[in-house]
């Protein structure tokens, strides 16, 4: 029992010639529409004109009484009463998780240009679990009366799951990458804080003294030092009262 949109070139042949054509509903007016059921009589066709013409497939519909609806006239400026088969009604009614997944999916996708359909396939997937399993996380946080603002938005959900499968498998070998990006010119550069799957990374997090003092970047420390962590790029104080470096790199904020 299922019931979805169709496009032309999926209309079967034995059918083709019989709907009418889209500027003969077009003459008609919107709320036009025709019915076509095959002999087994457990599919329908149905071609409805509203500000286009669509083309619905049904196993449960068919030329069931229509109900209305209210679309909007550019021409007179007015709302008008359109009238529309029961399978454009529950369409439109339950198609919102279509949509919504549809949206989602388009954020900072992980598919890229290929003519194989097996790696088009999993990539899709992948997305696919990756939306699902935000939308998971999002429910948790809502029944625990978090914030919306607080709550980890999809893009960096996506982000913190790349940075986790990266950290898990970096090597431990004396090669390091050049992490520098071009950062506009000013006086005192920020220097961002990085991800919490990369501080806790320690293999190649390690001290080396600078020259210049600046403040500790660890929270809840005020005070200056010259000791840099190389992979993060950032001042910790490492002294015998103060070993903000060793507790930046295993504690989680």
């Not at 286009?52 to 030329?63: E, M, R, Y």
């Not at 999809?154 to 950290?167: D, G």
Request: aromatic share 8%; charged share 25%.
């Amino acid at each position: 029992m299922c019931a979805g949109t169709l496009m032309k070139n999926g209309v079967p042949k034995s059918a083709r010639f019989i709907l009418k054509e889209d500027k003969d509903l077009k003459k008609a007016g919107r709320g036009s529409c025709q019915v076509l059921v095959n002999d087994e009589k457990n599919i329908a066709i149905t071609k409805w004109f509203d500000n286009k013409p669509v083309t619905f497939l049904s196993t449960v519909h068919a030329a069931q009484t229509s109900d209305t609806c209210q679309r909007w006239c550019k021409q007179n400026k007015v709302y008008i009463t359109v009238p529309r088969p029961e399978v454009v009604k529950q369409y439109n009614s339950n198609m919102g998780g279509i949509d919504l997944a549809d949206h989602l999916l388009a954020v900072a996708p992980s598919r890229y240009r290929t003519r194989k359909w097996t790696t088009r396939f999993i990539a899709h997937i992948f997305d696919l679990a990756t939306t699902n399993s935000w939308l998971n996380y999002k429910s948790k946080e809502l029944r625990k009366n978090v914030p919306v603002k607080k709550i980890q938005q999809l893009r960096s959900f996506k982000m913190e799951i790349a940075e986790i499968l990266v950290t898990a498998n970096f090597t431990t070998s004396s090669e390091t990458e050049d992490e520098e990006q071009s950062r506009p010119k000013r006086s005192r550069p920020a220097v961002p804080l990085p991800s919490a799957s990369s501080r806790t990374h320690g293999a190649l997090h390690l001290p080396s003294a600078g020259e210049v003092q600046n403040r500790c970047r660890k929270p809840g420390c005020n005070k200056k030092s010259t000791i840099i962590c190389n992979k993060c790029n950032i001042h910790l104080c490492l002294t015998k009262e103060r070993n903000c470096f060793y507790n930046f790199h295993t504690e989680i904020y």
